[in-house]
């Protein structure tokens, strides 16, 4: 792996994109956190998924597209076997949508994929995310219960991970997809050290 | 007799108890072929015995197999015949002694001692069942362990101070006043109704809602069974909660394990000025045991009583509640109408408090040194509307804290504040 894929420092957190008030959260925190950073480190402290990510978004939203046409497609050609009357501008208009909205929600998990971000602390772990409903969640190292590195056959195939974070909260549900696995056991095992550093009880 | 050296074994009389459960079930099952007149068949009779000595049988045999003893600082329960398990619960990890006695459990004096732990994927350990008075003993000393203090002896139960006892007539208004009863009256309003019109469609309606209606009796019952007599006491050791109509419990809440608090005042009772104050705990929920009790994670520690009593309460359990309380912005009202009157939040460097609820009234407490985690959320609407909310999460399990609906610029202020203030907070009680 590439030692540049430890940390991005060439991706800049693109502000322009990411909503306006997760980046707004992400000053107004600053002063909280002890490290008495100046406002150009602070930026690069952010870090986001691996650029990989969207590419890994574009081709699963390109799967089901591609699924969904060609039901379409094999509809119309079953009843074109069978010798039933072919609606073939029906079939036309049916898989113009469907590329439309391949379009449409390819745009949408592009923008969700650049909205992830997280940022370690000297006390916490911050993850923002989302689009339409933005979140920034703010997790203590020491409530980290345990850290999970998941990555189902998509992720694999990417050379991606998602890390877990559980706290004794149910409600608390911090993740952070899309890190190479390299970046994703460096983050669980920094995590896991501060974790037990850090550790309070229930 | 050090109870740490030997192991002990459950009654001799649990299995029976354990089966007497069933037993009952089993009765009301086939009481119809018991009935004179149904024709019992001797192959019926037989096969009733069989399943009768099978499940004696298999109680006998958990019986045989399960032993305990505490091993230094654990409670270490051996169980299982086939599958032989050792299970190992860490005394300072106890969120919660509950000492149950159901019916047929008290008529023998026995009783189930039941250890909440914390943690997602732990469990409750229970013993069942002991004699009444070595239940209690267990539990002072293990509470005794749990604090890290050495058990003596004669460490037996300690004295307490009763701080709320609450009357039979009160908790009978409340649950008059409560929202089964409300269906209930509502069902027999809309079936009467009906009857007024036209009597075959009333009764189509009573008997397709009569399980309906089952089911709330059920539900009044429970309630009455579970709150009635209760006795919020406190001990050195902890909070003790008692109460029972025919199952009893007890529960002791160590000092400093609760998660949060949180006070109900519906509609129905706000005339009267009553509230509810529950607790909540860290442990999980505890599905399909073979008892009820255990289901209630969320402990009413007062069923229904005054304001001024919740609040004296409430004093007793997290003594640093914060007074002052500051409202949302007026344009909150376009985000959450029927919530607007009831949002209000403030907090101090102990705790934070949280108030919702669009009929009923809910206020929320949560001790800074429980929170898990936090988080700043601002869904379409409110980015509309220049709002946000924090949500203080916590390791309980039913209350949910949330401060709703700020102003966005001040949500991200305070979320920085309670970032450092849950710090400090945990930093105090002498964790980093």
């Known amino acids: ?202 | 007799m050090d109870p740490a050296a030997i192991w002990h074994r459950l009654l001799p009389l649990s299995p029976v108890i354990r089966a007497g459960r069933l037993f009952v079930g089993a009765v009301i099952v086939f009481a119809g072929t018991l009935l004179p007149g149904s024709h019992t068949t001797e192959s019926g009779a037989i096969t009733r015995a069989v399943i009768g000595v099978v499940v004696i049988a298999f109680g006998v045999v958990s019986w045989l197999v399960t032993r305990w003893r505490v091993e230094g600082n654990d409670l270490r329960i051996e169980t299982g015949l086939i599958r032989r398990s050792s299970l190992r619960f860490p005394l300072p990890q106890i969120q919660a002694i509950d000492v149950v006695r159901p019916v047929l459990a008290r008529i023998f004096g026995l009783a189930e001692l039941r250890l909440r732990m914390g943690g997602a994927t732990a469990g409750s350990a229970r013993l069942a069942y002991l004699t009444a008075s070595h239940a209690d003993t267990v539990r002072a000393q293990l509470l005794a362990l749990a604090r890290g203090t050495a058990i003596q002896p004669e460490t037996q139960e300690s004295p307490e101070r009763v701080l709320v006892r609450l009357p039979a007539g009160r908790l009978i208004g409340s649950l008059i006043l409560g929202s089964p009863t409300v269906t209930v009256l509502v069902m027999a309003g809309a079936i009467a109704g009906a009857a007024a019109l036209s009597p075959r469609a009333a009764i189509g309606i009573l008997s397709s809602s009569s399980a309906i209606a089952i089911g709330m009796v059920t539900v009044i019952w429970r309630r009455l069974n579970g709150a009635y007599n209760l006795t919020v006491a406190e001990a050195h050791d902890g909070l003790r909660v008692r109460s029972g109509l025919l199952d009893t419990t007890a529960e002791t809440i160590p000092r400093g394990r609760v998660q949060a608090v949180r006070m109900v005042e519906p509609l129905l009772w706000r005339p009267l000025g009553w509230c509810r104050l529950e607790v909540d705990v860290a442990g999980r929920q505890h599905r399909g045991g073979e008892n009820n009790p255990e289901r209630r994670q969320l402990r009413a520690v007062l069923p229904v009583g005054s304001r001024q009593e919740a609040e004296s309460l409430l004093a007793r359990i997290l003594p640093d509640a914060p007074r002052e309380r500051t409202r949302p912005p007026s344009r909150a009202r376009w985000k959450a109408p029927l919530r607007f009157h009831n949002l209000s939040w403030g907090h101090n460097e102990r705790c934070a408090v949280t108030t919702t609820g669009r009929l009923a009234r809910i206020t929320s407490w949560v001790p800074l040194t429980k929170v898990q985690s936090l988080r700043l959320v601002q869904g379409p609407a409110q980015r509309g509307l220049r709002l946000a909310t924090i949500y203080l999460d916590t390791a309980g399990h039913s209350v949910h804290a949330a401060i709703r609906d700020r102003d966005a610029d001040e949500a991200r202020e305070q979320l920085g504040e309670l970032t450092v203030l849950c710090r400090a907070a945990r930093t105090a009680q002498g964790f980093r």
Do not use: N
């Open chain 1, 1 to 202: 792996m590439e030692p540049t894929c430890l940390r991005w420092p060439d991706v800049q957190p693109d502000f322009s994109v990411a909503p306006r008030v997760a980046v707004q959260s992400a000053v107004i925190l600053d002063p909280v956190s002890d490290t008495s950073t100046t406002a150009t480190d602070q930026e690069e402290v952010w870090l986001r998924p691996s650029p990989r990510l969207g590419t890994m978004r574009r081709v699963e939203v390109l799967g089901v597209t591609a699924l969904a046409a060609a039901i379409v497609l094999v509809m119309t050609a079953i009843r074109f076997v069978a010798g039933a009357p072919v609606d073939l501008a029906t079939a036309v208009i049916l898989i113009v949508a469907i590329a439309l909205a391949g379009v449409l929600s390819d745009r949408w998990a592009q923008r969700r994929v650049r909205a992830w971000a997280y940022r370690e602390r000297d006390d916490d772990l911050l993850v923002r995310r989302g689009v339409m409903v933005s979140r920034l969640s703010v997790i203590p190292y020491g409530r980290m219960q345990f850290i999970d590195v998941v990555a189902g056959p998509i992720e694999r195939a990417f050379g991606l991970a998602t890390v877990r974070m559980h706290t004794a909260a149910a409600s608390s549900d911090a993740r952070i997809p899309g890190l190479t696995q390299i970046e994703a056991g460096r983050l669980r095992d920094h995590l896991a050290q501060l974790g037990e550093a850090k550790a309070a009880g229930l």
